[in-house]
């Protein structure tokens, strides 16, 4: 029943239904809430289809108003429409708009700008969509209608209001919008608003995406080091050692060069090196310090 609501499904009877509050109204049966009064207007009752309109030279610049008192003059009085314009805004409820195909959006748009452009009692190209298209209206997604009113003359915002919050204007809007979607769309129509607003056009946006590909290239370096080593036996003290092994040898020291360890050649004009000092620089500091004591005392007795 109009004027009440059940958000609940699946109910029995309509003995459940909830009567719409003050503030707000119920146009159609099978409402899951009710609609709070549009700008304009205000109810102060239980179970009202429709909101009451401010009188003129008056207005409600908020929805939901429930007392007559919440209607205030106007700036500079007159029709309250100072710039001349109003938005429109309508709830499509159901509306099939991933369905509809660009052809068809384009004639439902242009079929409401007709509906509202003769309620208002102006020329169908002063209705204009929120980008300034004229003879056309911008639908969302949601089913919600956004248009402006240009430069409206002879009505005030209140005899605007008072025609499209009609149940007449409800009416020809679902019959204009069926015509085109097809009929067994279950559509209805919602709240309404009218709203004194000047125009100002929406600039298109476009989004551009920019896509960076980053190529890695891996370099892998292998190094190879190559060591020579030189194995050296050293004989001291009557024992030749290599490399931790001890073995029992002659009393004279010496070096053998691996294979693979270079050999140093005296340079042309440099003094060899004697055997005894060789041998003096491999033994041990204490016994050549004796060595050299008695050396030199030889020499003293010569």
Request: aromatic share 4%.
């Amino acid at each position: 029943e109009v004027g009440t609501y059940q958000p609940a499904l699946g109910q029995a009877n309509e003995s459940v239904c909830i009567r719409c509050p003050p503030g707000k109204y119920g146009a159609f049966t099978g409402a899951s809430t009710c609609a709070s009064c549009p700008a304009g207007s205000w109810n102060d009752e239980f179970d009202k289809t429709a909101c009451t309109i401010c009188p003129e030279g008056k207005w409600t610049h908020s929805s939901g108003s429930l007392r007559a008192g919440d209607c205030t003059p106007c700036a500079g009085g007159g029709n309250c429409l100072p710039d001349g314009d109003a938005r429109i805004t309508i709830e499509l409820r159901n509306f099939p708009y991933a369905e509809l195909d660009t052809t068809r959006m384009a004639d439902v748009e242009a079929a409401l700008a007709e509906d509202i452009a003769a309620a208002c009692g102006t020329n169908n190209e002063s209705v204009v969509d929120v980008f300034g298209k004229e003879s056309s209206v911008t639908i969302s997604s949601d089913g919600q209608v956004s248009a402006f009113v240009k430069d409206v003359t002879g009505s005030s915002a209140n005899e605007l209001a008072a025609r499209l919050y009609s149940a007449s204007f409800r009416g020809e809007l679902a019959n204009t919008t069926l015509a085109i979607i097809g009929s067994e769309a279950h559509l209805s129509i919602g709240p309404i608003s009218v709203k004194p607003e000047a125009f100002v056009a929406l600039a298109p946006t476009s989004t551009m995406t920019t896509s960076t590909s980053t190529v890695t290239i891996a370099t892998t370096t292998r190094a190879t080091t190559t060591v020579r080593a030189a194995q050296t036996t050293s004989v001291r003290g009557g024992h030749s050692v290599d490399h931790g092994n001890v073995h029992r040898d002659s009393e004279q020291e010496q070096s053998t060069p691996s294979p693979d360890s270079e050999q140093s050649t005296p340079s042309p004009g440099s003094e060899p090196t004697s055997a005894a000092t060789i041998q003096a620089a491999a033994l041990p500091w204490p016994l050549t310090l004796c060595l050299g004591l008695a050396a030199s005392s030889g020499a003293r007795r010569k």
